[in-house]
């Protein structure tokens, strides 16, 4: 059926990228130019991340109308890890509403070299973007939404809420990786500590249950094909583009972009959002999902990371789209000229 | 000339708005909503602030093609204030580029209430929105740009850019304002001399001089009218919709709005970006510049602000205005049917 | 034998107070000057605290040649809670060495109301006086000190070198209290963790026996009377005045009245040194060591605690003994004719 | 006169140091072992301090009952720099007593690398012995002290009041470092308006003259030897051993050492106080004045410093005074038989 729709739209020449195939030259060309970058080192707090492959590198583009393109390793899976922030906090907005979600986690910046003051001066967390908001996040999700449910259910429900954000696509979970993850979580712990001490979460959390939930988000695997179908969902204002299904509502979009924009590459956010302009979010794995409202969804996917945790090939790629196109925030539609509209 | 513009556009059908009287009757519910708030404080810091009138209230409107919108209080002059940052902040990245002056200031929020450390880990100020940023931001102007200038000239030749940016109507100097301001910084000079202990100043700075002339901008004067000519300009990527005339360069102008979204509403910018979604800039006279990129510019004129700063009614007027239309920077343009697109 | 020793002193008119009849006057009107003070509230984080009666009020003095004097409830066992720090840091500086010990852990006043950032700038705690370095200082001796020992069995070395500084007499361990402390201790476990994560402790350090070890230490009793003779054995460079052993070699003791000194009091350590000048430290169920160097130990034991943690009652008596004595640190012992020399 | 005291307590045979000449020994063989130490480098901030010496070295002993010895540079005059930081805050206590000047400053460390956050949470400065706070002791001497004094009177009248201490032993003044460092003080004008900002001075404090009056103070003059006297009249409960006569009340002088102890060393004052135990306060020039309470004073002089601002020879020679004799603050008199009590 996503196909009908292709081909109906295909007919009637409404698609978003007008001249699709000249578009995805550029992307192939980024790609190439991106490839020899060997910068950054892949993280290593845990065996199972330590060993990834350097030299994967991938990037996957799908329009809101769903035109895809893909180059390179975009079959591999790979764990979310940080990828899975803005997830779990579209689902808290949209089955709890902002207003409530916001009374337990901020939506500021949360300063660049102050992560060690956990919580802002309301004592909640900064944002959920960053993990102690991120494990707020998922304390929401467990107690707050049908509480009922044990952690197996609650993590059956989550990964459903992925899948359709994904268009059906297979999503993975990668034990190992929970495991490990679980075992050097000091940080983390201290965390979930510190934010009980400050009563931040909602009555009758279990924080040990809260804390494998969230580190469970973290464990799932997608690769950059599917990942770019979940970019292209929030570029499409909650509707998935191959499905057509209704996934989230544009409010909550409109919330999970805004604080990509301004919090999703850790303490680069700031640089990020001043030079390209687009919200996005990186993980710890090398994926970085990145959203070109109301056009298209991209994911990249190579392991090497910069000091502050972002993927190299990833940045590089980011900063070649948008010198090329005026997709940064504030590029100006009509009077840059040097720049193309795609 | 302008009408000439304005009439053969009008030929073309090519407004931007294309029902511009449709929308203004939107403005003006806005306007009527907005009057009874009497929330707020003026300022009170130096008299003359002290003495505005709280009722005064304009909203004027700017499209990018030049038509124009104004209710209530729209000619009544006041000094511009913080809202000369984003401005000289221009002329700093139109004259000397964003590479050589980003070597001096930074470009990130800097951080809610962490105001007392007033410079960044590279020993910058974190950003040209903020007072210090500012301070930097005119020493730059003194001191690298055509350092033969006088002050007074400098004056002039900045008063003279302001005015092209609000296609050549008229801006005053209010010089009570300044000289009480001068009188009554005891903050601006214990940050003058902090960042001249640091080094952040290019070689040659006179701090007296470059205060001074600091002062000298936030005391210049323009009324709401003229204002949203300036925000306008911003919205057109630096052309002028009035005069046609090219001002900026569209990378300097993105660079602007990159850090009014960012940086622009004092302590509440992280919240404004939030809900609000659209690069503005107030001061402390009341003044509001509200840019929507690639549409039009809004400038709002209130004296009571909240405790933050900002002016109350302003707030209220663009929150009236994105809950209406699809201005949010995250809107969902095709499926947020509920909000309005003009 | 005790008593020989005693005898032949008196014999010898050899006693540090030669009046001691006409002392013990004074610490009788102190006591009763302090009784009507209702001020503050019992600790209530757990309830074998919060039932603690908050009337109780004693206050033991003994020199350093073992005369003794006790007034009030001073047989009532209390827990020590952090009056056990300084015990805890002493048996790591005499097993250890001070360069050891403090490789791992600052000697440094962490600073007032910055108790958020728990490092230093070494990454390590700011001094054993605060939880973050007694759980580190527990950290050393049950991994560095005869690491073959059980924690039962360590738990029994530590008690017993307690009880070697308080001259034999008898202490207690409340069971209750340890479950309890260990069940609510959401930040000391998020200190625990976040030291862990900046590699904090020595090599194969078991975190959770550390930090049970912590509570244990914590969860120990004593009374009153018993505290004194410890305070005592402080003040006398390390020799228990009552059964004249060598507990602690004059350096460590040094070590520890130095720290006690400048931390001991919590946030009001710096005020506290200003007014009263003397070590001491204080514990949450309402203990308080004082140490007169060369002179005499003391201990008051009063439940209501100030919001900053110590002892109402406690630091009234404090003020009131300086007031009267030349005992503050800095008193001129000539000139200071006001103040009474015993 | 001085000498028939000497001659008198001679007679007594009541030398607070019974074998003064045995004494000296020590002290000259410190000397030496300290003058091949070439650590450190002289301050160069301005050109008066930059060209001082490095070879200088000069140790000066008085003692409470006025025995002298003196031995290396201990005539060279030098600017007494923040070693006038607790001269004046004693002549302010001294005439506004401690309640009123402790309304305005505070009486705690500030914590180690938070110089940044110049005021304490109830926006005073941390203590008399930094220079905000130094600053605002000028104020309070210069505003609420006989405040019909032109500047020239308060200087004269203060620099009496050093004299005195000095037991009326010449003192200079230094022109040309006092107008190098009115020139070089960018940090102390940021920290003399920012404290304007929040209020902190005196009404009618005039800031200028205040700032002035502060450089003036820091840019007096004295030698080794007289430096000493001071020291020991501080060491003697306020009373000068030379002249016998009252400058002080015990009580000054008693929070004057407690200041001293916990903040005279700048951000080495912690270890200072944990290693050496002694009052002590050094200023850039290279001059260290360090108090033994109720025995004696000492000033050592020797320009290199170290990162922290500390005379290296200086910080060596009290190292070496303490390990030898039981003169830190917690050694035991009775049972640390390594060391030497003169």
């Known amino acids: 059926s996503a196909n009908i729709v292709l081909i109906s739209r295909a007919f009637r020449h409404q698609f978003i990228i007008p001249d699709f195939q000249g578009f995805t030259k550029h992307i192939e060309d980024f790609y190439w130019k991106c490839k020899p970058n060997t910068e950054g080192k892949v993280a290593s707090y845990i ?3 330590a060993r990834m492959n350097p030299d994967y590198w991938g990037v996957s583009v799908c329009t809101i109308d769903g035109q895809r393109f893909s180059i390179g390793d975009v079959n591999i899976p790979f764990t979310l890890q940080s990828c899975s922030k803005p997830l779990t906090y579209a689902i808290a907005l949209e089955r709890l509403g902002a207003e409530l979600v916001h009374q337990y986690v901020g939506q500021e910046p949360s300063g ?3 992560n060690e003051l956990v919580l802002d001066y309301n004592k909640k967390p900064h944002n959920p973007m960053i993990n102690a908001g991120a494990i707020l996040v998922c304390s929401l999700l467990k107690t707050l939404i049908k509480p009922e449910m044990t952690l197996a259910e609650k993590f059956d429900f989550t990964m459903n809420c992925f899948k359709k954000l994904a268009g059906g696509e297979n999503l993975g979970f990668n034990n190992a990786v929970f495991l490990s993850e679980r075992e050097a979580a000091d940080r983390n712990y201290a965390l979930g500590f510190y934010m009980r001490e400050h009563k931040c979460y909602p009555d009758k959390t279990n924080l040990r249950e809260c804390m494998d939930f969230y580190f469970q988000c973290c464990s799932m695997e997608a690769n950059c094909d599917s990942m770019a179908v979940i970019a292209a969902t929030l570029a499409n204002g909650g509707i998935c583009p191959i499905t057509e299904e209704k996934v989230l509502k544009p409010d909550s979009v409109r919330d999970v972009l805004s604080l990509m924009h301004s919090c ?4 680069y956010s700031g640089q990020f959002a001043f030079k390209v302009g687009l ?3 990186s993980g710890v794995a090398g994926g970085m999902l990145v959203v070109i409202p109301n056009v298209m969804g991209i994911c990249t996917y190579s392991p090497p990371l910069d000091p502050l945790g972002n993927s190299c090939r990833g ?11 005026n997709f940064h925030r504030y590029d100006n539609l009509k009077h840059a000229t040097n720049k193309k509209d795609p």
């Open 47 to 49: 065996p199972q991340l």
């Open 112 to 114: 660049r070299n102050f």
């Open 315 to 325: 940045l590089q790629f980011c900063e070649e789209l948008v010198n090329e196109f």
């Open 279 to 281: 919200p996005a979010k």
């Open 264 to 267: 999703g590459m850790y303490d």
